[in-house]
């Protein structure tokens, strides 16, 4: 049930236009008193809807980023992925390193490999924006995720480190 909690609060602020300014600050204490629990039992599915939290633009990006990348390297998954994914492309620009980070765990934890085909060309955004910081981590994370991609079958975005390598020919 707390799961299920979390997740329809997630649901409802994700296109609210009428957050009052004193919500966040209050579900920023939630999750992070029911975080505090779920660390201890694991990725028993209830760390998994703090992704839609993340998708709804609501909370500090810092603060949601943070939250977000601590259920991927625990659980390696983030409910609703596609919405997920979509946020990580907006934001992109602004987080090169944490939303190609963020988007290689996904990609890890998508043990059956249908998760991408909601993903639409998301991934590529958030690639291309990595590929083009001047962050070498980022640029040396979105090579990772990329042939990650690739041993996975997908192969449609071989071409952005065809385009890389171009560029920085003489």
């Known amino acids: 049930m707390r799961s299920e909690a979390i997740e ?9 236009q009428d957050v009052k300014p004193e919500m966040p600050k209050r579900l920023t204490a939630l999750w992070e008193w029911r975080w505090a629990e779920l660390k201890q039992h694991r990725c028993d599915g209830e ?4 992704g839609i939290w993340f998708a709804s633009g609501q909370f500090d990006l810092d603060w949601s980023f943070d939250n977000l990348l601590s259920v991927l390297r ?3 998954k983030a409910e609703l992925d596609s919405w997920v994914v979509e946020r990580l492309a907006v934001v992109s620009q602004d987080r090169p390193v944490a939303a190609v980070e963020a988007l290689g765990m996904m990609i890890e934890g998508d043990q059956e490999g249908w998760a991408m085909y909601r993903w ?6 958030v690639l291309s924006a990595a590929l083009d910081s001047t962050d070498r981590h980022a640029q040396e994370e979105a090579k990772r995720v990329i042939h990650l991609m690739g041993s996975r079958g997908w192969y449609g975005y071989r071409d952005l480190l065809r385009d890389l390598q171009e560029e920085r020919r003489p």
């Open 74 to 76: 625990l659980c390696h």
């Open 120 to 125: 639409h060309d998301h991934p590529r955004i």
């Open 47 to 50: 760390g998994v809807p703090f």
């Open 8 to 16: 329809f609060i997630g649901r409802n602020l994700h296109g609210a």
